[in-house]
């Protein structure tokens, strides 16, 4: 019983000091710091073929060229993607959501932000495959020619947007996916297994007809299936939630190229295999690619390895033991993992540039401040990021990771010390000579991979400064100082899609604003005409509502308002008792009349004067003529002319009264009948004598 008291004491003496080991051995300082530019970013997963892109727009008004497109190169809003023949490309949006590209195909990326996705598809076939999807949250929207499809729910579906030649588009939905698809002039929903196809050019322009799809219809489905599989693959055997969380998508990537590893110093991290790497020479992080420019961003790391994605936009490359290791996560965190164009120390000295992979305990700073102005407006700021009040242990070195830990707060003392540390100690003493990467002020971001060797020496100064004396960003050129000199193997001389052909096709059922979704409004005006929807089922019990007039089915789709004529909406007190709400005009046998309305009494009929000598004629109440009808007028049809019935005059009290005289048949073809012939003569006188 005393061992066990003394255990408890000593473990409340020592606690703290545990505390304090951990988080000097790999602790994280976390703050609520967002950077400077946050715009959402997707890459380019899968490529096949010749695939060009268009960066947006800069901000002077200037449209970057066309360029060669890369794997793993980073698109923004705004950033257009073209497919040649026999060409696919695959983009991934985040870890669950992908878009596919077939050949001959054009797509620009009319709004992408962390509250939804919009695209435009004027020419080619696009695949949209959806795995985590919340509409309560975010919006998917894909304009076609003249057609507006906003996804409804996770699933597969396909927009076969053809050319200028084709005066049809086609829109599919499959595995459980549902989508609202809106033309020039209606709206419907369109359920998984179903395709429907849409006129967009033409007298017939809008209308739609739906039929069944099979789940493989041509090579592109074919493709879509296998990078489907491949995806899942990796997405089940990842490590999301555990070594890293879902902001660093594509670190799926990484299985199938090295392993994750424990180390004292900064927990697990992840280690390249030996052949991952053996056919590079020499090989560093951020030595094997090029820089290209990313609006927004500015200059960013493309990577030649097909697994960097994740590793150079986010986290560490840290030497140990020997060996380079990636590390998700440095020690000074951000609570969210917003992406970088590339996590490294840049300067420059005698004329060229030099660049390395930043450290463990080095600050983050963006070093495109002054490029990204053009040049101009050059600011120098102190990176301190540090909030002692929400300083937390970084969970991911814990030897048993937790999604959701609970992890001790460090004190500002501990701060302090970890400051002073980074501070004062070289970078030379943890990063190695070899791997320092250099060029030439000429040659930066013109896309070549000719680096420049760096000697030891060179080496050795660069890296003896402390990150405090390289924390001012550095003066790199502007986009528009080399964008005349950009390598030929990224800038496109003739592209496929030229300025003039563009904008030829118009996209979309009606005129969209970046950033916002166009669902809402479409499903107002096409579906229900700008009026309220009915709301059929009831609140109670859930049955049918009964509409003003008894109908206990609720009929219609919108609240129907009663018909009120213009003199009505002004006056009250024309309305008769007879008057009814669902039919504001009164049939009275004349015709309809709207009380004392002095402007009708044109279109009533007028009732022909009686002799009171005449019999009065049969009347029948006309039909009521339709809404549509009264509008326009009719054709006036000729009737014949009937004469009106006439009473006999009193027959004469002297005069004998006329018999009426028998009705004369009309005379027939019939043969006459034969007379019958008489009765024989008999003698009378005998027939006397035979009395007697």
Not at 240 to 263: C, F, H, M, P, S
Not at 318 to 331: A, C, E, I, K
Not at 432 to 461: K, N, Y
Not at 623 to 652: C, F, G, H, L, V
């Amino acid at each position: 019983m005393r061992s066990a008291k003394k255990f408890l004491w000593a473990s409340f003496f020592f606690l703290p000091l545990l505390v304090m080991g951990a988080g000097n051995a790999f602790g994280v300082v976390t703050d609520d710091y967002t950077p400077e530019v946050t715009a959402r970013v997707v890459r380019l997963s899968f490529i096949r073929g010749d695939v060009q892109i268009r960066h947006a727009s800069a901000d002077n008004g200037d449209k970057p060229e066309w360029e060669r497109a890369a794997l793993n190169l980073p698109l923004v809003e705004g950033d257009e993607v073209s497919t040649g023949p026999n060409a696919v490309v695959e983009i991934q949006l985040d870890s669950s959501n992908y878009i596919r590209l077939w050949e001959n195909a054009y797509l620009k990326f009319t709004t992408l932000r962390d509250e939804g996705v919009a695209i435009s598809l004027p020419q080619g076939t696009a695949s949209i495959r959806v795995l985590q999807f919340d509409k309560d949250k975010t919006f998917f929207e894909a304009d076609a020619p003249g057609t507006t499809v906003s996804l409804e729910r996770a699933g597969m579906y396909r927009i076969d947007a053809g050319d200028t030649r084709n005066s049809e588009i086609s829109v599919t939905a499959a595995e459980d996916g549902e989508a609202k698809v809106y033309t020039k002039s209606s709206g419907f929903t369109l359920r998984s297994g179903r395709t429907a196809k849409i006129v967009v050019e033409g007298q017939y322009a809008g209308d739609y007809e739906t039929s069944g799809v099979a789940r493989v219809t041509d090579e592109f489905d074919e493709w879509v299936l296998q990078r489907d599989a491949a995806a899942a693959k990796r997405l089940n055997d990842a490590y999301y939630d555990k070594y890293y969380d879902r902001d660093i998508y594509g670190a799926e990537d990484l299985n199938d190229y090295g392993e994750w590893v424990y180390t004292n110093k900064y927990g697990y991290v992840w280690k390249p295999y030996p052949n991952s790497v053996a056919n590079y020479a020499g090989w560093s992080p951020y030595r094997y690619g090029s820089w290209r420019w990313v609006p927004f961003y500015g200059w960013t790391w493309v990577n030649d390895e097909p697994w960097g994605w994740a590793t150079y936009h986010h986290g560490r490359w840290v030497w140990d033991n020997g060996y380079w290791v990636w590390s998700p996560y440095g020690y000074y965190r951000w609570r969210r993992s917003w992406w970088q164009p590339a996590m490294i120390s840049i300067t420059t000295w005698n004329g060229s540039v030099y660049w390395f992979p930043l450290g463990y305990d080095d600050y983050y700073y963006d070093y495109n401040v002054y490029c990204r102005r053009g040049g101009r407006g050059r600011r120098d700021r102190d990176i301190t990021i540090i909030n002692n009040t929400t300083v937390i242990v970084n969970p991911t070195p814990s030897p048993t990771p937790n999604a959701s830990p609970t992890p001790p707060v460090l004190t500002p003392q501990q701060i302090n010390e970890a400051r002073r540390r980074n501070a004062t100690t070289p970078t030379f003493q943890r990063i190695p000579i070899d791997g320092v990467v250099a060029a030439s002020a000429e040659e930066f971001g013109r896309g070549g991979r000719r680096l420049q060797p760096v000697t030891a020496d060179d080496a050795r100064r660069v890296l003896s400064k402390t990150p405090e004396e390289i924390r001012t960003p550095p003066i790199l050129p502007t986009y528009d100082d080399v964008r005349d000199k950009i390598d030929r193997n990224i800038r496109i001389e003739k592209p496929r899609i030229d300025r003039k052909s563009e904008d030829q096709v118009k996209t979309g059922a009606a005129d969209r604003e970046k950033g916002r979704a166009l669902d809402k409004q479409l499903e107002q005006e096409r579906i229900y005409g700008n009026r309220r929807p009915k709301v059929s089922p009831d609140a109670s019990g859930g049955g049918q509502t009964k509409t003003d007039g008894g109908d206990s089915r609720g009929t219609g789709a919108v609240d129907r308002k009663p018909v009120v004529k213009r003199d009505e909406k002004d006056s009250d007190t024309s309305r008769t008792p007879d008057w009814n709400p669902r039919n504001p005009t009164r049939d009275t046998g004349g015709g309809k009349t709207d009380g004392n309305d002095d402007s009708r009494k044109e279109k009533q009929p007028v009732r022909p004067k009686r002799d009171e000598n005449q019999t009065p004629p049969i009347y029948s109440p006309p039909s009521k003529p339709k809404q549509d009808e009264e509008r326009r007028p009719q054709p006036t049809i000729p009737r014949p002319k009937q004469e009106e019935p006439r009473r006999p005059d009193p027959p004469k009290r002297d005069e004998p009264r006329q018999q009426p005289q028998p009705k004369q048949e009309p005379p027939r073809n019939e043969p006459k009948p034969e007379k019958p012939a008489p009765p024989p003569v008999v003698n009378q006188k005998k027939n006397e004598k035979d009395d007697n």
